[in-house]
């Protein structure tokens, strides 16, 4: 029987997939100038994202702004925790006179002035700054979405830098200020994890909600655009660590649903995932188009959606492959049809846990434990984490 022929789909894409370095040599820096080498990678990232347009995405119907907003921009700052009914340890509040109320018949938010561990003593209630103005020094814009701006900050109460997410627009009504407050939830209800970006508080303050996080170094996106060629035995330690965080949250049953290196984060050479969009419902957030799985476009998502991403993740930092948003590429690497090139300098193995990742039928990828369980996973865990593998690994994975 003589061979099928090759396939040449790729030929006839138009524009054709190439790597994020054939476009960076494709701008022309003579007529810029930088001052330092973080400049030109910000610069590199803008020139990015600003040639490939976003794919239309669904816009949900929302109730008009109403007089909501006017009555939470009368509020002062109120902390917002969350904990399962009859087990809080925040008894002491209500008290004390604080106010709770339910969000759903499984949790209880208490919003109060000031930190469980006293005042700040730097936020003063006759000032008419905001809190996060008087408490916080604001340092620079380090991140921004649809959902809000985030900002590198330092805390004037421990002298600590911290990572502000902050909505922009404030809330619409009680139902938008719900489904925002379930981020917080879903950071309360997680078990703390060396591989999840930590979380610290979060408070709302004239409608808007601000997050704070512990401040990491920089993500794997701007890794990836400074460096292009990553080594595969830095990347193997990157993937381990993903590996045990998506399976932390599979393991508490909560999705991620937009895994992809911009949410990925290095801090002191460990990987964390963080920008929880946390969800575990079927109105889940849309994610990034470059990093979806084709059967969420028709089906609610669930565990296989995560895997598909932190697979096609791995696939463009370990090729450098530029994703396409959209058209026939799209469609064809969720088919299988990887172009040759693009894995030429991947290894077989972690080839194969990639493809296998990417599996267009979902109930064919594996789960986060059977990855968690890989023998070269747990090598790299182990080598890593020498002094503390046993914290990482089985303190929250017990057999």
């Known amino acids: 029987m ?14 054709p997939l190439s790597t994020k370095r054939e476009k960076v040599l494709c701008f022309d820096l003579s007529s810029c100038q930088f001052s330092t080498c973080s400049q030109k990678v910000t610069f590199l990232l803008q020139q990015i994202k600003g040639i490939q347009k976003r794919v239309p995405r669904l816009v949900r119907s929302v109730q008009s702004v109403s007089r909501f907003s006017d009555r939470y921009e009368l509020r002062g700052p109120r902390f917002i925790r969350f904990t399962t009914k009859g087990k809080t340890p925040f008894g002491k509040l209500t008290n004390l006179g604080f106010t709770s109320f339910f969000l759903d018949s499984f949790m209880a938010l ?3 002035l000031g930190f469980l561990d006293g005042e700040n003593a730097y936020y003063d209630k006759n000032d008419p700054r905001e809190y996060f103005e008087q408490c916080f020094e604001k340092e620079r814009k380090i991140g921004e979405g649809s959902f809000g701006e985030v900002f590198r900050v330092k805390s004037k109460n421990d002298g600590k830098y911290y990572a502000v997410k902050r909505t922009i627009e404030p809330f619409r009504n009680s139902r938008d200020r719900e489904m925002k407050l379930r981020e917080v939830q879903k950071h309360e209800l997680l078990p703390k994890h060396p591989n999840l970006v930590e979380f610290k508080c979060a408070w709302e303050e004239k409608g808007q909600l601000y997050i704070q996080t512990e401040l990491c170094e920089y993500s794997l996106a701007d890794y990836a655009v400074r460096v292009h060629n990553i080594p595969e035995e830095e990347l193997w330690g990157y993937f381990a660590d993903m590996v045990a965080a998506v399976h932390h949250l599979h393991e508490q049953d909560l999705l991620h649903l937009d895994i992809k290196p911009e949410n990925i984060f290095v801090s002191k050479n460990m990987c964390k995932l963080g920008d929880f969009g946390l969800d575990s419902n079927i109105n889940a957030q849309d994610g990034d188009s470059k990093y979806l799985a084709q059967e969420v476009l028709n089906n609610p998502p669930g565990k296989p959606a995560d895997i ?4 096609i993740s791995m696939l463009e930092l370990a090729s450098d492959l530029d994703l396409p948003p959209r058209g026939d590429g799209w469609h064809m690497l969720r088919e299988g049809h990887i172009p040759e090139d693009a894995s030429l300098g991947i290894s077989p193995k972690l080839r194969r846990l990639i493809f296998l990742m990417m599996e267009l039928n979902p109930e064919k990828r594996p789960t986060a434990r059977e990855l968690f369980n890989d023998s070269t996973i747990q090598y790299y865990l182990r080598k890593r984490y020498p002094l503390n593998y046993s914290m990482v690994c089985f303190l929250y994975y017990p057999p």
């Open 110 to 112: 208490y919003s109060f």
């Open 2 to 15: 003589s061979p099928l022929p090759r396939p040449t789909f790729f030929e006839h894409l138009d524009p």
């Open 308 to 311: 598909f991403s932190l697979g």
